[in-house]
């Protein structure tokens, strides 16, 4: 009955993601392209030219109001930008979600909504400042409550803006300085008072004045504009079909995604990615082989594609988690993939990072992980997709001292759910640090 229950779920999902992949693709779809930002959209040149611009002008504003300068590109910013909420709504994480931001270790994937005015950029400005300051070396931040997220970004906000503009310092190097006396255990307004100058019990006053007479702040567009160069082109039917399914594998709307690579596939059966996505979708449903038949299928349509050669070598470490018998030979597998991966990408992270993962499969040495990991985490800092399994390889090499940091940064996310494994390896090896050393012998 279960079983029954299941697949008539299964076919209604499909039917409900053939409908949605219908609407979409049915759209003229355009790829507007800065130095900084991939945007993929049904709207207007005009409109979608407008739309990077913003993007573009807000970022050269953060890297001033954050005296980050020297920010590197990472990995590739993709956004997609769908002119009505209808078309978004298949792609939301959650009900009445305006837009959202999802880190991958090879790219960024941004999406909202554009009939819902700021509410859906106000998203990707927000956690895309999270992924720029975070990916520049800054500390990590303490958790915030999600009980009083509403307040706490309206105070947060102003508290900021008068850090920033009102005092007319250098916010981030007071900051680092009053995270460094709090993680040494100074309290926290002793910590505040010695970083900005300033008592927390004179905060209130200060903000209050400051909110009646907030000062403005902006570069000039036309300043922006000099320098900026954007290249527009249309899209195709089965490459949106693709890079869509993609987002939605991702998202964990496997369904969704399987309409869209199978809609990809018919309109070109020569589509590598869409071949490699179907991969995917079988892997999911342990089809084993006709999983390895269209992973090979798309290696032969693209055989240079680095990206291919990961989902598949990925393939081979998923099935050495499961599968004790053969677990070496998916290991050696999966590894020699990675290398050609690392050989052809060498600036993305998940190479590298899922070369070191297949260390904490099974009973292996954490020794030849920890470098590759490492590698990673240098290319993408602050990225709990790389940080936790390297202090969990850290751990079983016996480096306390760096698993330690890297979990604090793990636990200590802005916002959002803690990982609760890292949280208790975290409290595991803090209780063993602090005990007497007769206690730990």
């Not at 954050?66 to 590739?76: D, F, G, N, Q």
């Not at 590894?335 to 993962?357: D, F, S």
């Amino acid at each position: 009955m279960r079983t029954a229950a299941r697949h008539l779920t299964a076919i209604l999902l499909l039917a409900a993601s053939g409908c949605a992949s219908t609407i979409v693709l049915d759209q003229s779809w355009i790829e507007v392209r800065s130095k900084n930002f991939s945007i993929y959209t049904t709207l207007a040149e005009r409109d979608a030219r407008a739309l990077l611009e913003d993007l573009e002008l807000f970022r050269a504003t953060l890297l001033v109001v954050t005296k980050l300068h020297a920010t590197k590109p990472r990995v590739p910013n993709e956004i997609y930008a769908f002119q009505s909420t209808n078309d978004y709504a298949p792609f939301r994480p959650m009900r009445y979600a305006a837009g959202h931001f999802v880190p991958t270790l090879r790219s960024n994937l941004m999406a909202f909504a554009t009939d819902l005015g700021i509410q859906g950029r106000a998203v990707l400005y927000h956690e895309y400042t999270h992924f720029l300051v975070h990916n520049e070396g800054r500390r990590p931040y303490p958790l915030w409550s999600d009980n009083d997220l509403g307040a706490f970004y309206a105070q947060a906000w102003l508290l900021v803006h008068y850090l920033v503009l009102g005092q007319a310092g250098n916010v981030a190097q007071h900051l680092d300085r009053y995270l460094e006396r709090v993680g040494r255990g100074v309290a926290v307004e002793q910590a505040f008072h010695d970083a900005f100058g300033i008592d927390v019990d004179d905060l209130d006053d200060r903000l209050q004045e400051y909110a009646r007479k907030i000062p403005s702040f902006g570069l000039p567009r036309r300043d922006l504009a000099q320098g900026l160069e954007i290249s527009v082109r249309s899209v195709s039917l089965d490459e949106i079909a693709t890079r869509l399914g993609w987002f939605a594998f991702i998202m964990g709307k496997v369904a969704l995604a399987q309409g869209y690579f199978e809609r990809a596939s018919a309109a070109n059966p020569n589509n590598a990615r869409a071949s490699a996505g179907l991969a995917e979708i079988y892997r999911v449903h342990e089809r084993w082989g006709e999983a390895e038949a269209a992973y090979r299928r798309s290696l032969e349509l693209a055989p240079d594609d680095w990206q291919n050669e990961l989902e598949f070598a990925e393939y081979y470490a998923f099935r050495a988690q499961r599968d004790e018998a053969d677990r070496e030979a998916n290991l050696a597998q999966s590894r020699e993939r990675l290398a050609r991966v690392i050989e052809r990408a060498p600036e993305i992270p998940e190479g590298h990072a899922e070369l070191g993962i297949t260390y904490l499969i099974g009973d292996q040495p954490p020794e030849p992980g920890i470098e590759p990991l490492e590698r990673a985490a240098r290319l993408l800092p602050s990225h709990p997709w790389i940080e936790y399994p390297l202090a969990q390889l850290h751990y079983r090499a016996g480096h306390r001292a760096r698993a330690i940091e890297l979990l604090r940064r793990v636990v200590y996310q802005p916002h959002g759910d803690s990982n609760r494994d890292a949280v208790r390896l975290l409290e595991q090896l803090e209780h063993e640090a602090n005990a007497p050393s007769d206690a730990r012998n």
